[in-house]
């Protein structure tokens, strides 16, 4: 089955640096990968999803890239902010034949500091 | 609050009792999911439902645990005489298939202790 890894486990930053957090995943048939952001006590909630058949995709502060070679995907967020702060989970999955089962990293805590 | 619901939200248990969580999706939602969450980890896949019909379960499902969607709306997951290992955070989440996207809707949770 699908393995995903993700790194780092926590990240600390200033208020307005970049971040970066980076997958990589096992199965060369996956073909999309979703990111999750965890506030504490919060449900995950997507925030941004790229499929296969694209390199980058970007909504404002955060963009995503794939390198499907590799096998390996990472999260971009520019300028952060405080709010910005929570627990990022990445997935991967093949998404046909009927069957879509998300693998989640074991996600990353971003921590913004004012 | 129309997105999906877990209860209980919180479960404290002694070894070797059952417990039952319920789920209630997103309504026109047909797919729904179980995972599990520990402290520190991401989401594990538990099983998940199209409609009433159970399509896969993960094979470190211990068969201890149940999980039913009779009329294909709401779930119900059980776990028979618990143990202490399966204390944690139990996540439901639902999605519409045959979408472009893959979104899932989690709920909040049924957080498990058992002691």
């Not at chain 2, 989440?93 to 498990?112: D, K, P, V």
């Amino acid at each position: 089955g699908e393995n995903v890894e993700q790194h780092p486990s926590t990240l600390s930053v200033q208020e307005g640096d970049s971040a970066v957090i980076k997958c990589t995943y096992s199965d060369s048939a996956s073909n999309y990968f979703p990111w999750y952001k965890q506030e504490l006590g919060k449900r995950p909630q997507l925030i941004i999803d790229i499929r296969s058949n694209v390199g980058e995709k970007k909504d404002q502060r955060i963009a995503v890239t794939l390198n499907k070679t590799a096998k390996h995907f990472s999260l971009h967020i520019t300028e952060t902010q405080p709010e910005d702060s929570a627990v990022y989970f990445c997935a991967a999955s093949l998404t046909s034949g009927g069957s879509y089962i998300p693998t989640f990293g074991r996600g990353t805590s971003l921590i913004v500091h004012p | 609050d129309t997105g999906v619901s877990q209860d209980p939200r919180h479960k404290i248990t002694k070894r070797g009792q059952n417990v039952t969580f319920r789920c209630d999706p997103i309504s026109e939602h047909n797919r729904l999911y179980w995972y599990r969450q520990t402290l520190g980890q991401g989401p594990e896949f538990l099983t998940y439902f199209q409609n009433e019909a159970q399509l896969e379960k993960s094979r470190l499902l211990s068969d201890r645990f149940s999980a039913e969607r009779p009329k294909g709306s709401f779930s119900t997951l059980e776990i028979q005489r618990t143990e202490q290992g399966d204390s944690a955070m139990y996540l439901c989440a639902s999605s519409l298939w045959n979408t472009n996207t893959g979104e899932l809707f989690f709920g909040e949770g049924s957080r498990l202790t058992v002691l």
